[in-house]
């Protein structure tokens, strides 16, 4: 049952290795390396090892999702609303339910984020096709 839940957990933190393709470039939009510092916060929370999860790691990850997540909220929301809308909502969900998790969380109760970071993997991926055209 723990290898199986374990599998389902590096399954859904996988999913947010997707996420993103990196911007960048001095003539291009701001927004453009504010989505891949978003990429790597992203990136960073799919490398944590399922058999070693830990709720202060998921935290510290959160806090840097969090952090990058509203700085290309702000640079690219008049560009992206819908896109950046939809990040907001995922990210804000997202930590949410790492609120709600007692002190020592079982690894069930952490296999339960699964669908919450595999949305702003979502969120992610979707705002960086949105802003591939002009960061690429």
Known sequence: MGSRIALLLSLALAATALVL???????????????????????????????????????????????????????????????TSALESSVSTFSTSVEKLPTSPTPEQLLALAPQIASVATAGKNLQSATSSACD
């Open 21 to 83: 393709v990196g911007c960048g470039g001095d003539d291009k939009p701001e927004y453009c390396s504010n989505v891949s510092d978003l990429e790597s916060s992203i990136d960073d929370l799919s490398s944590v090892d399922p058999g070693s999860i830990s709720l202060s790691a998921v935290q510290a990850d959160l806090e840097a999702i969090q952090s990058n997540a509203e700085t290309v909220v702000s640079s690219a929301k008049a560009d992206f609303p819908d896109e």
